[in-house]
């Protein structure tokens, strides 16, 4: 682990019920955190389509369905799945320490479009 990270607590992991999202607004950047069966991944919360609310989309395995117009992104990588033009959204460390969700805001990664189709 980096030790120049700002690990941010947010929330206990049980408010975060297995295969779902929750959206929570940390220094002006609205975010989703995902529980994948105990494993807790955060996104961008908003879906750069038409803007819809990650957090209240449907998951499956590593991946979340926008709830406005079906785009899928990868949950670990951020980029659109099989989507009609190359998009991705941020991706943020998270981890959980006895209990307690936390996020680096500041070290939020955006694949850059020509990697993630490399």
Do not use: Y
Request: glycine residues 12%; neutral net charge.
């Amino acid at each position: 682990m980096r030790p120049d990270r700002r690990w941010i607590r947010i929330t206990h992991s049980e408010n975060i019920p297995p295969r779902e999202g929750r959206a929570v607004k940390v220094g002006g950047v609205e975010i989703a955190i995902f529980n994948l069966n105990g494993r807790f991944l955060t996104i961008e919360n908003q879906c750069p389509h038409k803007g819809g609310p990650l957090c209240d989309g449907i998951v499956s395995g590593t991946t979340v369905v926008c709830p406005l117009h079906g785009w899928r992104f990868d949950l670990e990588s951020g980029v659109a799945v099989r989507a009609s033009t190359p998009a991705c959204v941020a991706t943020f460390p998270t981890r959980v320490e006895d209990g307690i969700v936390l996020v680096d805001i500041g070290a939020g990664h955006r694949m850059q479009m020509e990697d993630a189709v490399a």
